[in-house]
């Protein structure tokens, strides 16, 4: 079966991409980062180390950057191969595709692999890193092949799934949505697989050694503890990759099945609006603007005349399907994952369990959802405009500025308006149950008030940020010609910003002594300031967008060390009020200078003129 000259094409054009060789750098230089950060929380430099301490430390280290890699290759690898398939359909180029010669296993697999070619260079590039932490101790080559068999097989199955979203939805952002939906559900139900499994009569052992072979973050797991797997007749690496290969070829055998069935997908039939004063109510005849003679009315569709709003814009947004048929479909997927989240994180709550940083078990998982939702959401409410030729119509139009943008923005607020609202009412849950503060004990009479304040300062925070994800979405996909360089843009801020702090807690909870990690933390910081000002900048730099790119880092890890370097809810830490103002101004900020240019600036802004510049 020969993968065809999709495959062919990429495989010799991505190693000439500029890009290819930055992506290789910073990513080399994010695992150096982390593991600089991770020796200077444990040992650091001011005494030498000895062999024990070396073998003590190099499974730590491990297990930090093979947890950090395996997340980095589930998202980026499904939302690589979803979009480059999106991204054809949505310029009408993947029916050229149809129409061509070319076998439905060459589309196939040629689109999946040939968008997974550059994740494959980064995985083999990280060989000999790896291979090289073997010199500490405490690691043995058979656990790096093990963790790099279990990386690529996960690589391989999400890139899978995201190419068979993308060849059964018709709009980017379905496919985007229901790809990290369908992952997230996945994991969920492997977890929960005891539940299901307990009334089979299997023992502990063999529902937790099922879980292994479909579960990435648990094979992973495994390799870190190998005393476990002893005595198995085979190691919990190698039955996950098998797994996962035979589920990567079930859904690529679908997608090449269902291939010409699914696409081209059904255009939905366009009607001609009825003007407001057009109809003539007693003769139903039209009067020509110039002439005044009269014509029978005619729409090119049947059915009822559709009434366009004050703001064509918004009305598309809302009345329409400018984002796809079945939109029902994401959201019905979202509330089962919002289920399943909600179970597992209220559960232990609600029977009366004790639980350190009770209301980030559900409030995290829930809110980085929605954000990303929100964020793809944003993207592809312009990304789809463009490929589509949509968008250069309605540039040529008498709309204004403030129409176009409060337009798409006041839609995606309706649009998401699912994905927007659970965040701040499981605050408002948490908040109820008196779990956003824990007073200390000798004053249980805060309970109250912190209590109150951290609502409110969470609620308002969950706000602005949804409100910057947005704003950034529509911000990125305007300045940027590339759509899917736009939605990885986009989706790649949302996602470090929110999975590299997460990151930044973990490092900081190894010995809970920050002053040992200053250093790295800085070149940290400055990564992240150089990422973000690119994001927001990209080819016409503002200094309101460089400072945005300063502020916004800064706050998120000051909020971070106010809430880990104290005892939360105690009169040690900060007050809540504090962190939140600070969070308020930097991301207020950031979407005043993203706003400004697009409503009074907007044709430069756009490209369509120089801005005096020539």
Same mark, same amino acid.
């Given at each position: 079966?020969?993968?065809?000259?999709?495959?062919?094409?990429?495989?010799?054009?991505v190693?000439?991409?500029?890009?290819?060789?930055?992506?290789?750098?910073?990513?080399?230089?994010?695992?150096?980062?982390?593991?600089?950060?991770?020796?200077?929380?444990?040992?650091?430099?001011?005494?030498?180390?000895?062999?024990?301490?070396?073998?003590?430390?190099g499974?730590?280290?491990?297990?930090?950057?093979?947890?950090?890699?395996?997340?980095?290759?589930?998202?980026?690898?499904?939302?690589?191969?979803?979009?480059?398939?999106? $991204?054809? $359909?949505?310029?009408?180029?993947?029916i050229?595709?149809?129409?061509?010669?070319?076998?439905?296993?060459?589309?196939?697999?040629?689109?999946?692999?040939?968008?997974?070619?550059?994740?494959?260079?980064?995985?083999?590039?990280?060989?000999?890193?790896?291979?090289?932490?073997?010199?500490?101790?405490?690691?043995g080559?058979?656990?790096?092949?093990h963790?790099?068999?279990?990386?690529?097989?996960?690589?391989?199955?999400?890139?899978?799934?995201?190419?068979?979203?993308?060849?059964?939805?018709?709009?980017?952002?379905?496919?985007?949505?229901?790809?990290?939906?369908?992952?997230?559900?996945?994991?969920l139900?492997?977890?929960?697989?005891?539940?299901?499994?307990?009334p089979l009569?299997?023992?502990?052992?063999?529902?937790?050694?099922a879980?292994?072979?479909?579960?990435?973050?648990?094979?992973?797991?495994?390799?870190?503890?190998?005393?476990?797997?002893?005595?198995l007749?085979?190691?919990?690496?190698?039955?996950?990759?098998?797994?996962?290969?035979?589920?990567?070829?079930?859904?690529?055998?679908?997608?090449?099945?269902?291939?010409?069935?699914?696409?081209?997908?059904?255009?939905?039939?366009?009607?001609?609006? $009825?003007?407001?004063?057009?109809?003539?109510?007693?003769?139903?005849?039209?009067?020509?603007?110039?002439?005044?003679?009269?014509?029978?009315?005619?729409?090119?569709?049947?059915?009822?005349?559709?009434?366009?709003g004050?703001?064509?814009? /918004?009305?598309?947004?809302?009345?329409?399907?400018?984002?796809?048929?079945?939109?029902?479909?994401?959201?019905?997927?979202?509330?089962i994952?919002?289920?399943?989240?909600?179970?597992?994180?209220?559960?232990?709550?609600?029977?009366?369990?004790?639980?350190?940083?009770?209301?980030?078990?559900?409030?995290?998982?829930?809110?980085?959802?929605?954000?990303?939702?929100?964020?793809?959401?944003?993207?592809?409410?312009?990304?789809?405009?463009?490929?589509?030729?949509?968008?250069?119509?309605?540039?040529?139009?008498?709309?204004?500025?403030?129409?176009?943008?409060?337009? $798409?923005?006041?839609?995606?607020?309706?649009?998401?308006?699912?994905? /927007?609202?659970?965040? /701040?009412?499981?605050?408002?849950?948490?908040?109820?149950?008196?779990?956003l503060?824990?007073?200390?004990r000798?004053?249980?009479? /805060?309970?109250?008030?912190?209590?109150?304040?951290?609502?409110?300062c969470?609620?308002?925070?969950?706000?602005?940020?949804?409100?910057?994800?947005?704003?950034?979405?529509?911000?990125?996909?305007?300045?940027?010609?590339?759509?899917q360089?736009?939605?990885?843009?986009?989706?790649?801020?949302?996602?470090?910003?929110?999975?590299?702090?997460?990151?930044?807690?973990?490092?900081?909870?190894?010995?809970?002594?920050?002053?040992?990690?200053?250093?790295?933390?800085?070149?940290?910081?400055?990564?992240?300031?150089g990422?973000?000002?690119?994001?927001?900048?990209?080819?016409?730099?503002?200094?309101?967008?460089?400072?945005?790119?300063?502020f916004?880092?800064?706050?998120?890890?000051?909020?971070?060390?106010?809430?880990?370097?104290?005892?939360?809810?105690?009169?040690?830490?900060a007050?809540?009020?504090?962190?939140?103002?600070?969070?308020?101004?930097?991301?207020?900020?950031?979407?005043?200078?993203?706003?400004?240019?697009?409503?009074?600036?907007?044709?430069?802004?756009?490209?369509?003129?120089?801005g005096?510049a020539?």
């Amino acid at each position: 079966m020969s993968l065809g000259p999709i495959f062919q094409r990429e495989f010799l054009t991505v190693p000439r991409r500029p890009g290819h060789y930055v992506a290789r750098v910073a990513y080399l230089g994010t695992l150096l980062v982390i593991a600089v950060t991770a020796w200077l929380s444990t040992l650091g430099w001011a005494r030498a180390s000895n062999l024990g301490e070396l073998a003590r430390f190099g499974p730590v280290l491990f297990q930090v950057l093979t947890f950090v890699q395996l997340s980095l290759f589930l998202f980026f690898s499904a939302l690589a191969s979803a979009s480059a398939i999106a $991204k054809e $359909k949505d310029r009408r180029t993947f029916i050229l595709l149809l129409l061509t010669d070319l076998r439905n296993d060459e589309i196939v697999l040629g689109k999946m692999l040939g968008s997974l070619l550059p994740m494959l260079l980064l995985l083999l590039s990280s060989v000999p890193f790896f291979a090289i932490l073997t010199l500490l101790g405490g690691i043995g080559l058979e656990q790096v092949f093990h963790a790099i068999l279990i990386i690529g097989a996960t690589s391989l199955v999400a890139g899978s799934l995201g190419g068979l979203i993308g060849l059964w939805r018709d709009r980017t952002f379905q496919s985007l949505a229901l790809t990290v939906l369908l992952m997230v559900l996945y994991l969920l139900l492997v977890r929960g697989l005891g539940g299901l499994l307990a009334p089979l009569g299997l023992s502990a052992r063999q529902i937790g050694l099922a879980q292994q072979w479909l579960d990435p973050f648990l094979a992973l797991l495994s390799v870190h503890h190998p005393i476990q797997s002893q005595g198995l007749l085979l190691a919990p690496a190698y039955g996950f990759a098998l797994m996962m290969v035979l589920v990567s070829a079930g859904l690529n055998l679908w997608g090449m099945a269902r291939l010409r069935v699914w696409n081209p997908s059904g255009e939905p039939l366009m009607q001609r609006e $009825k003007p407001e004063d057009a109809e003539d109510k007693e003769g139903g005849l039209v009067a020509r603007p110039l002439t005044g003679e009269k014509r029978a009315s005619a729409h090119a569709a049947p059915g009822a005349v559709r009434r366009v709003g004050a703001n064509p814009i /918004l009305w598309r947004e809302v009345y329409t399907r400018a984002y796809g048929r079945r939109p029902l479909l994401v959201k019905t997927a979202y509330f089962i994952v919002l289920a399943l989240i909600l179970y597992s994180a209220l559960g232990p709550l609600l029977r009366g369990e004790k639980m350190a940083f009770a209301a980030a078990y559900g409030l995290i998982p829930v809110g980085v959802l929605s954000l990303l939702l929100v964020t793809a959401q944003a993207t592809t409410a312009i990304t789809s405009e463009r490929d589509t030729g949509a968008l250069d119509l309605l540039l040529v139009t008498d709309l204004t500025p403030k129409e176009f943008v409060f337009g $798409k923005l006041l839609g995606i607020c309706y649009n998401t308006k699912e994905y /927007l609202l659970p965040p /701040l009412l499981l605050a408002g849950v948490y908040g109820a149950l008196g779990r956003l503060a824990t007073p200390p004990r000798e004053n249980p009479e /805060l309970l109250g008030g912190m209590n109150a304040m951290a609502l409110l300062c969470i609620m308002g925070a969950s706000a602005i940020l949804l409100a910057f994800a947005m704003v950034l979405g529509i911000h990125v996909a305007l300045r940027t010609q590339n759509s899917q360089l736009a939605i990885v843009n986009a989706l790649s801020t949302i996602f470090f910003l929110t999975v590299g702090t997460l990151v930044t807690i973990a490092l900081i909870l190894i010995n809970g002594q920050f002053e040992y990690q200053w250093g790295a933390f800085v070149f940290f910081l400055m990564a992240g300031v150089g990422g973000l000002w690119y994001v927001l900048n990209g080819e016409r730099p503002s200094g309101a967008l460089t400072w945005s790119a300063w502020f916004c880092p800064l706050a998120v890890l000051y909020t971070v060390m106010s809430g880990l370097v104290a005892r939360p809810g105690s009169e040690e830490s900060a007050d809540p009020l504090v962190p939140f103002l600070v969070i308020a101004a930097s991301f207020v900020f950031a979407i005043t200078a993203m706003l400004l240019p697009l409503v009074s600036e907007f044709d430069v802004a756009m490209g369509r003129t120089s801005g005096g510049a020539d």
